[in-house]
């Protein structure tokens, strides 16, 4: 069965600094698909960013990139110049087989100091 | 464009009574997903349909919760008789179905059961 590991519980940052989320997951698979998704206190789940599995380069969207190590089953978020509205919880999701089904992580709340 | 809409998006009700919750799915998606979230369990996927057939209902707690998608862009999950501990916010996500396509979330529904 596949797992999404988030060990880290809570994180923090300084306004305009960079932080980096961590997420592991376990597979057997070799095509598959991985996302982060936000959830800020409004609740709503916001889809951050994507990465294909057989795609060597990072995927980037503006502020937010991903390390992805597809060796170490690792697949971290990067914020550069964090901003007060990316206080949030981040989900790290895994995606196989032949529909969309995600199997989500615990998430992790970043907080964000002015 | 719309995205998913959910409704209500809130619900308080007494212990014994019927909740029907209410999904609209982005048009021209045809996976649909139900999902529970609660501080101590997390985010669990409770059942999903593709092209309004459902294909995984392991995640249904049990017989109470029953969710129908009667036509393509129109679901419910049922709740009866509701229960205090079924308290949690309920989302439904869309997807245009197949392998690595991001799910979309509506809002969810913050459900209190008395």
């Known amino acids: 069965a596949q797992t999404v590991t988030q060990s880290q519980p809570e994180m923090s940052v300084q306004e305009a600094e960079t932080v980096t989320l961590s997420c592991t997951y376990d597979?057997?698979?070799?095509?598959?698909?991985l996302f982060w998704y936000k959830q800020p206190p409004s609740r709503q789940m916001i889809l951050v960013i994507r990465?294909?599995?057989?795609?060597?380069q990072n995927a980037t969207e503006n502020r937010f990139s991903v390390n992805f190590q597809k060796a170490a089953k690792s697949f971290s978020l990067k914020i550069s110049d964090s901003q007060l509205g990316d206080a949030a919880m981040y989900f790290c999701?895994?995606?196989?087989?032949?529909?969309?089904?995600?199997?989500f992580g615990k998430g992790i709340t970043l907080s964000v100091r002015p | 464009d719309a995205g998913v809409i959910q409704s209500p998006r809130h619900e308080v009700t007494e212990m014994g009574q019927e909740v029907t919750l209410r999904c609209k799915p982005i048009?021209?998606?045809?996976?649909l997903f139900w999902y529970r979230q609660t501080m101590m369990r997390g985010l669990e996927l409770l059942i999903y349909?593709?092209?309004?057939?459902?294909?995984?209902d392991s995640g249904m707690p049990e017989d109470r919760f029953s969710a129908k998608m009667p036509n393509a862009s129109f679901s419910t999950l049922k709740i009866q008789p509701s229960e205090p501990r079924d308290s949690a916010v309920y989302f439904c996500?869309?997807?245009?179905?197949?392998?690595?396509?991001?799910?979309?979330f509506g809002d969810g529904t913050r459900l209190s059961i008395l």
């Open positions: 349909f593709n092209n309004n057939v459902p294909i995984d």
């Open positions: 048009s021209g998606h045809n996976s």
């Open positions: 999701a895994y995606n196989t087989g032949a529909n969309s089904k995600l199997t």
């Open positions: 597979t057997s698979e070799s095509d598959y698909y």
């Open positions: 990465q294909e599995a057989y795609k060597q």
């Open positions: 996500a869309s997807s245009q179905g197949g392998k690595g396509q991001p799910q979309h």
